[in-house]
């Protein structure tokens, strides 16, 4: 069982960065494989980036992947999605995630355990 909070959402002008925190209740955060999800009002949950247990390889969406970063530090159980040059269309509640099955899983329903979410918006 894993307890996922997030913080560090707020609201941005364009070009802007934000540091979203996720941490993570429990011993075996580091036996998981992370990820974050979005969702914008009116439209699915969407998947954002995803990162091996050791946080020694990642993947992102096309859309944010010279801008995101994802990290991990597991003696900290916490894992980070760094965000920079923000844009109004990343506007959305941001969700931290964990429990899949396989790495690079970019399907929602994959993800066992999930955080609250925390909200990111941009200005224009």
């Known amino acids: 069982q894993v307890q996922l909070v997030e913080s560090g959402g707020g609201l941005v002008q364009a070009g802007g960065s934000l540091r979203l925190a996720c941490a993570a209740s429990g011993r075996t955060f580091s036996t998981y494989y992370m990820a974050w999800f979005r969702q914008a009002p009116g439209k699915e949950r969407e998947f954002v980036a995803t990162i091996s247990r050791s946080g020694e390889t990642s993947f992102n969406l096309d859309s944010v992947k010279d801008r995101f970063t994802i990290s991990r530090d597991n003696a900290k159980n916490m894992g980070y999605l760094q965000m920079n040059s923000l844009k109004p269309e990343d506007t959305a509640v941001y969700y931290c995630?964990?429990?899949?099955?396989?790495?690079?899983?970019?399907?929602?329903?994959?993800?066992?355990?999930w955080g609250q979410g925390t909200q990111v918006t941009v200005s224009s």
């Open positions: 995630a964990c429990g899949a099955p396989v790495y690079e899983s970019t399907r929602p329903r994959d993800y066992t355990y």
